[in-house]
């Protein structure tokens, strides 16, 4: 009955929104993955910060990679925001988890970091959870959540 | 000091996701991806006292997060901040009421495991 419910809401989603869906993910993603790594890329050239103080980040700025790495994750901040304005907690986190697999490869790649054949099960597993996720409704809830306004 | 800063990234994502999702959905969905559209819900968001909660949470996760990539590779930093997936599953079915079944359960489960195995 339950698992009924779900399909025939999937079912009833329109054209439009299942494309909204699914464009505001890949942007979600793609912001993701090209953020972190511009930033991994500015802060090995920074060097060492650890600090309670957000002042002693401001030199990070000072590297072109760190200010266009964040540039991309204020789109991320503004395409994630939206995309849960349209869907779940439950659907997003799960889906737009493919951009851990993503930078671990993009890691791997262009930062050279080391892939052993545990971390390649884990992206395999990852991308499980990711189809998984995406065969369920984008959005099971009607309205806000009244309790918490 | 690279899993204390795990920790708060994990706590404070969790904390972040759970109030902008309430947030978003209290300022109701976006009706295209039109570049004016999204203008106006980023507008519309300095309002939004849960959302602006939500991304303050969030901006410790992030200062908490560049100082993991000072001492930690990206594919140890990012991937280490998965912890919070199971909680964010946990409190999106008890407190925004989201229907989280067996399918949504096992999708967490299985991007949490392979998050964590992508620290090895």
Redesign the interface.
């Known amino acids: 009955m339950?698992?009924m419910s779900?399909t025939q809401e999937k079912e009833t989603a329109t054209p439009g929104a299942v494309r909204?869906t699914r464009?505001?993910t890949l942007m979600v993603v793609a912001s993701n993955v090209i953020g972190?790594?511009m930033?991994?890329l500015g802060?090995h050239h920074?060097?060492?910060?650890?600090?309670a103080s957000?002042g002693d980040?401001m030199r990070?700025f000072s590297d072109p990679w760190i200010v266009v790495g964040v540039c991309i994750?204020v789109i991320w901040?503004?395409?994630?925001?939206?995309l849960?304005?349209?869907a779940?907690?439950?659907?997003?986190?799960?889906v737009t988890?493919s951009a851990?697999v993503l930078?671990?490869l993009t890691?791997?790649f262009v930062?050279h970091?080391r892939?052993?054949s545990?971390?390649w099960?884990?992206?395999?597993?990852?991308?499980?959870?990711?189809i998984?996720?995406e065969?369920?409704p984008a959005r099971?809830?009607k309205?806000?959540?009244e309790h918490?306004? | 000091?690279k899993w204390l800063?795990v920790g708060i990234i994990a706590v404070c994502n969790t904390i972040g996701?759970?109030l902008?999702?309430?947030g978003?959905?209290?300022?109701?969905?976006?009706e295209?991806?039109s570049p004016g559209t999204?203008v106006r819900?980023?507008g519309h968001?300095f309002r939004n006292p849960?959302?602006l909660g939500g991304?303050g949470a969030?901006a410790v996760s992030?200062?908490a997060l560049?100082?993991l990539?000072?001492?930690a590779?990206?594919?140890f930093?990012?991937?280490a901040t998965?912890i919070s997936?199971l909680l964010?599953?946990l409190l999106?079915?008890y407190?925004?009421?989201?229907?989280?079944?067996s399918?949504?359960w096992?999708?967490?489960?299985?991007?949490a495991?392979?998050?964590?195995?992508?620290?090895?």
């Open positions: 339950g698992r779900l909204k464009v505001l972190n790594v930033l991994s802060m920074v060097g060492r910060i650890v600090s957000p980040y990070a994750l901040m503004a395409s994630d925001l939206a849960l304005s349209a779940d907690l439950t659907f997003v986190l799960p988890a851990y930078i671990a890691g791997h930062l970091d892939i052993s545990t971390r099960f884990g992206i395999m597993i990852i991308t499980l959870g990711v998984l996720a065969e369920t099971t809830t309205g806000p959540p918490l306004l | 000091m800063l996701d759970v902008n999702t309430a978003m959905k209290r300022q109701g969905e976006i295209n991806l999204l819900m980023v968001i849960l959302v991304l969030l992030f200062f560049l100082s990539l000072s001492i590779n990206v594919s930093a990012v991937p998965a997936y964010e599953t999106a079915k407190v925004l009421k989201e229907d989280v079944r399918r949504r096992a999708a967490a489960i299985l991007v495991a392979g998050v964590a195995l992508l620290e090895w």
